[in-house]
């Protein structure tokens, strides 16, 4: 007979929690508050049509090995829609393309595109391909060594330009960390280069949910799933979690999984009980850090290519939206700290204009209607030395006993990304069941000759 196990939060990483101790026979309950899974990479109804809108465009690489064992788990794989090619546009509006040669291994796959790579001029690309191979010879030991320096500092030690970090180092970072590129933590930096480029020829390709994100998890395979339900507290039996309490009523288990952001935990917790489990003792340093999402309609299709990667911003990537014929699109900003307070309408104006000098088929376009989408609380800054304060998913000796946590925030050893929440959520089942190693999947193996400074 399995535990009785329940999960609050119907994110990515409680949904992975649950799937996974379901499939190994446990009885789990999954409640959420929300009336709809996803949670940050879920989507919602728009007021004004009652169209469902993804919270923000989320995407995948192909180095997200546990993101995709997850779609596999639930059934929804082949909804993906997979890129070979990164397009990038300037403000000028010209187009450069990024590619990956699949018969070359990592990382010789993506020599040739970066040799004609027409956004960077030529300096920009030797420079580029300095810093990719000092990035390669570090390996992953290297990199480690590096948590507590700010990137940043390693980009001024290697000679990278500022052209280049404004064009290329930004673009990238910043979509994948949240976080401006000088003040991430170089190792987090560096990692998604080296997972997502440099060790894996399949690594880079770029994923996208061929429908709204809230649509992938309508057939969870999860028996007990309560949506709308908010959990009130958790109870315990001296320092061990033996239920929730929502509402009036109780929901006993024999572990409790709390896949909730980080900032949620404290109203659940007594100030004895945190201050005896380590896990909560740097939750503090942790610095949240918004995206936002604009969503725009126009008059007549201003796209073609399923997304724009836009170097000089303000908006950093543009995306079609599935199944559309490019009139309607989404827009995305990460680190967005400079926009929460800003006027939706100065934004769409702002945006507007972007698109149309980015874009000559949508110069005489017209703006039907648009939506603006913050995440105040999106994920956490990967600064130099967060990692110390990440805590780890399975109860210390003398912490609240069978209580659990989940989440991207966790020491999953990925950044707060959709891949990193879902290994938060594998680990935490595997922490309930005492079975390490029984979910988690290992990262993409390097290739040769990437292989040889990967250590």
Not at 44 to 51: A, F, L, V
Not at 67 to 83: P, T
Not at 224 to 234: C, F, K, P, Q, S
Request: charge should be positive.
């Amino acid at each position: 007979m399995g535990k009785r196990v329940v999960v609050v939060g119907g994110g990515l990483a409680g949904m992975a929690a649950a799937v996974t101790l379901e499939s190994q026979g446990q009885n789990v309950t999954l409640i959420e508050a929300r009336k709809t899974l996803g949670g940050r990479a879920g989507s919602y109804e728009d007021p004004q049509t009652g169209e469902i809108l993804d919270n923000c465009q989320h995407v995948l690489l192909g180095c997200c090995v546990n993101l995709i064992d997850f779609y596999r788990r639930i059934g929804v794989l082949d909804r993906i829609h997979w890129e070979n090619t990164i397009h990038f546009f300037d403000p000028q509006g010209g187009h450069h393309r990024l590619w990956g040669l699949r018969s070359l291994p990592a990382p010789l796959h993506l020599a040739v595109a970066g040799i004609f790579f027409g956004a960077l001029s030529l300096g920009e690309r030797i420079a580029l391909s300095r810093a990719m191979l000092a990035m390669l010879r570090l390996g992953i030991a290297g990199r480690a060594k590096l948590a507590d320096i700010s990137f940043g500092r390693w980009l001024a030690n290697h000679r990278q330009p500022k052209s280049l970090i404004d064009k290329f180092y930004d673009l990238v970072l910043i979509s994948a960390l949240n976080e401006r590129c000088r003040d991430a933590s170089a190792a987090s930096a560096i990692q998604v280069f080296q997972e997502g480029m440099l060790f894996h020829e399949s690594a880079y390709r770029m994923g996208t949910p061929a429908c709204p994100l809230g649509e992938l998890y309508e057939t969870l395979p999860c028996r007990d799933v309560r949506l709308g339900r908010r959990v009130t507290a958790i109870r315990f039996d001296g320092s061990r979690a033996v239920g929730i309490e929502v509402g009036a009523d109780f929901v006993p288990a024999d572990a409790v999984v709390l896949a909730v952001n980080y900032p949620v935990l404290e109203k659940w917790l007594s100030e004895e009980l945190a201050r005896n489990d380590e896990r909560f003792a740097g939750l503090g340093q942790l610095q949240s850090v918004p995206i936002l999402g604009a969503h725009l309609w126009f008059d007549r299709p201003i796209i073609s290519t399923p997304h724009a990667a836009l170097i000089g911003g303000p908006l950093q990537w543009l995306f079609r939206k599935p199944g559309g014929d490019g009139s309607a699109v989404h827009g995305v900003i990460s680190a967005a700290r400079d926009w929460v307070q800003r006027d939706k309408d100065q934004c769409l104006d702002l945006f507007t204009r972007q698109i149309r000098e980015v874009f000559p088929a949508a110069r005489d376009a017209s703006l039907l209607r648009g939506a603006i989408v913050v995440e105040k609380r999106a994920t956490f800054s990967p600064m130099p030395g967060v990692d110390r304060f990440r805590p780890a998913q399975s109860p210390p000796f003398n912490g609240i006993e069978a209580l659990f946590l989940a989440g991207d925030y966790t020491a999953t050893g990925w950044p707060a990304t959709m891949e990193g929440a879902v290994r938060g959520g594998y680990l935490a089942a595997e922490g309930v069941l005492g079975q390490p190693g029984k979910f988690l999947r290992p990262n993409l193996t390097p290739q040769w000759p990437a292989r040889l400074f990967a250590v």
